[in-house]
């Protein structure tokens, strides 16, 4: 939902669901100035301009799929079909935009993160959803052509960001 609610939250949604956008805020702005991100930023062609960090989050998306069972405890697909029962626990509260994605964020595009060709599929898709002409739906060829550099910053990041939310639970 953090990408999706903008603004002051106010009590507008269950205390857990607002402590989650306010972690999904703080991670966003970490991930914004982490050395490692920015230097996966730097890897990819200047000419996708702002929409490279756009591209590095999808990335390293497809980097935490992969590379799940390093990081987490549950698989990934028991993980994801619980967090989609707690979804639907919720949908009564979703902004709009997000609950007509939702089938296809779980069905379809989180499943296919695992292959670049998910991601390919997925930068296209958002490429076609932004009104000004954007490169997006070109990024897999930046994946591919960087794809050992890009691991490796994810490698470095994930850590870092894991210490930072627990810093912040504490």
Known sequence: MGDFVKGRL?????????????????????????????????????SFGHYRGVLVDIFYDHFLAVHWDEFAAVPLQPFLSGVRRIVREYEEILPERLSRIVPVIFAELLP????????????????????????????????????DGLC?????????????????ER
């Open 10 to 46: 106010n009590g507008h949604f269950p205390s857990g669901i607002e402590r989650g956008i306010v972690l999904h805020r703080r991670i966003d702005s970490f991930t914004g100035q982490n050395r490692h991100f920015l230097r996966s930023k730097r890897r990819l062609d200047a």
């Open 112 to 147: 296919s993160y695992l292959e670049v060709k998910g991601i390919d599929l997925a930068l296209q898709r958002m490429s076609h959803r932004i009104a000004r002409p954007n490169r997006l739906g070109e990024g897999g060829v930046e994946l591919r052509r960087n794809y």
């Open 152 to 168: 490796e910053d994810f490698r470095e990041f994930l850590p870092e960001l894991q210490e930072f939310v627990s810093e912040g």
